[in-house]
């Protein structure tokens, strides 16, 4: 059994931010923490020039093991993390939540695609030290 603290990504439709963040959670921290994502709705397919850009920086095609999803199919989470479009979450239980108020790059070009993982990159790193350190 983990004892590692569940931290849900979740965004409105859990197929670009929320997706990334899951990823780079499972790459760059699952040492620390277990990652999840989901959405108050859900697409058929995660956004595919999020998937496009992050196997191009990566290597790391997330459609192999992720999906969208709603909130409901979490495990019980520890810590809630909301992307930035305003979601809320009443019914999603933690010990700590936190908005990273990230701007949604779909329908952006490329560029906006990599500024968006580079910052979800950075926010996970400083979430993987604070939990490290005792602060969350």
Request: hydrophobic fraction near 40%.
């Amino acid at each position: 059994m983990s004892t590692k603290p569940k931290v849900a990504f979740v965004c409105v439709h859990n197929s670009c931010r929320s997706q990334i963040a899951e990823a780079l959670g499972k790459h760059l921290a699952a040492d620390v923490f277990e990652s999840y994502s989901a959405g108050t709705e859900t697409v058929p397919r995660i956004n595919q020039v999020a998937v496009r850009m992050f196997k191009e920086l990566y290597s790391i095609d997330m459609e192999t093991t992720q999906y969208s999803k709603l909130l409901n199919a979490l495990p019980v989470v520890d810590i809630v993390i909301t992307m930035g479009c305003n979601v809320q979450c009443p019914t999603l239980p933690c010990r700590h939540r936190e908005d990273w108020g990230l701007e949604d790059p779909t329908g952006k070009d490329e560029q906006a695609y990599k500024d968006t993982i580079a910052a979800i990159k950075k926010r996970i790193l400083m979430l993987k030290k604070e939990i490290e350190e005792g602060k969350i």
